[in-house]
Each structure stands twice: as C-alpha cells, then as structure tokens.
C-alpha cells in the first residue's frame, strides 16, 4: 500500500543501546519529519529534512540522529537510548506545495527503553 | 515565542451535545492553523484547516486574530468523534508544526 510507513511499530530496548527507527515514504515528497507524542507535551518535532541530504534540528533532538541520502527514506537512530525516550515516535512527510498543505503521517513506533 | 495551548486535557459531553475544543496560539506572524485527529489506534490525519474555511465531519473552526484562537466547534457530537484532537501553528514554508498538548474528546453514548 503506498503511503508512509514506519518500522519497526513496537520496540523494547534497554538503556545505552542504539535503536534505529524507519520511515519511507512513496509519495516523492521533499518534506519529511519526526516528531514524539508524549502525554501532556502534545507532539514534538525532533528532526526534520527539505530535501535529500539536507536536515535540521527540531526542538528536541538532543539524543537524537537522522539521515536522508534517499528522498524516500528518513531513519532516526537514538545513539545511546535513554528511558526519557521511552515515547510514541511518529514520521510525516509533506510535499513542496503551498503553504497550507498539509503533512501526512506514519503509523508511528512505540518505543520503550527499561 | 511561537506556542499553541489546548487548555483542556480531557473533555466528556454526551451524544447529542455541542462540542468547542479550544485552540489559543502565540505568533506574531500571519498564522496558518490546523486541527489534526486521532483515532484510537490510528494514525493522526488532517481534519481540516483555516485557509479552507470548510466543515469536515460537521466540525468547523473560524480563525480570531484578534482572541488568537483557533477553536474546534461541532453542533451535535457524535460517539465517533471520540478520539484525541490536536490544534497545530505552521510558522513558515518549511512545513513544521507546533502542536498544542492535544485535547481528548470522550462522547458518552
């Protein structure tokens, strides 16, 4: 099915291990990020990419790793894994349109760190 | 600072009842706003958004520059419309949202 995908949909690891978190996408589009839903902080952008090979931090990416040497794929690794980051983590992508269109989201990851 | 607020956590009407889930945002710009839901288990998507002035699903949201609100309205609410609802600021071309902490909407039968 086409779309936007995320992999794995459910991961435990445990403290100071590195977990990589999968994002593609089959729409082309320039725009991709990576947000964190945690209760009572809504949904928080850690990274976010215009383009291939071009990315930039969100508000909390300390902790936090991407990539995007192909348009459709956007990993987020987490470099030692910390139980604060024990979260729901979510993809989106959006295309270069006009400023009011919108981002489409992935399934999400929920991740927890023992 | 740019920030969206959804001051209600949780909100719980009966069927039947009117619904205004509140957005207020902090932004000195021009705002583009948004109103994204999610349902139980699944993944958020856009329920509508202020440059199209539209009703989607009977909900409706008039932006107020003046108040700075963004509030989410529905006449008659629908056991359906359960699920989490978060108001969200794009601040520029790049396409990055600010969400507000997200209101979850409980109707009771």
């Known amino acids: 099915d086409a779309g936007i995908t995320q992999s794995p949909r459910y991961k435990i690891t445990e403290t100071g291990r590195q977990v990589t978190l999968m994002c593609h996408q089959t729409?082309?589009?320039?725009?991709m990020f990576w947000y964190r839903q945690d209760l009572g902080h809504g949904l928080r952008l850690i990274y976010y990419?215009?383009?291939?090979?071009?990315?930039d931090k969100g508000e909390v990416s300390d902790g936090y790793v991407v990539s995007r040497s192909k348009t459709e794929n956007f990993p987020l690794t987490l470099e030692s894994a910390t139980r604060s980051q024990t979260s729901v983590y979510f993809c989106?992508?959006?295309?270069?349109?006009?400023?009011?269109?919108?981002?489409?989201f992935g399934p999400g990851t929920r991740l927890l760190v023992l | 600072a740019q920030r969206v607020t959804q001051p209600e956590k949780l909100l719980s009407v009966f069927k039947g009842a009117p619904v205004e889930l509140k957005c207020n945002y902090s932004?000195?710009?021009?705002?583009?706003l948004f109103w994204y839901v999610q349902y139980s288990r699944q993944r958020l998507q856009l329920l509508l958004r202020?440059?199209s002035r539209e009703s989607i699903k009977g909900f409706t949201a008039d932006l107020n520059k003046g108040e700075t609100s963004f509030h989410l309205k529905k006449p008659f609410a629908q056991e359906e419309d359960s699920a989490m609802y978060y108001c969200?600021?794009?601040?520029?071309?790049?396409?990055?949202?600010?969400f507000g902490q997200g209101t979850t909407l409980q109707v009771k039968p």
């Open positions: 989106a992508s959006r295309s270069e349109g006009p400023v009011q269109e919108t981002q489409y």
């Open positions: 729409w082309s589009h320039s725009y």
């Open positions: 990419s215009a383009a291939a090979d071009i990315t």
């Open positions: 932004y000195s710009g021009s705002p583009e």
């Open positions: 202020h440059i």
């Open positions: 969200a600021l794009q601040t520029s071309n790049t396409g990055k949202l600010i």
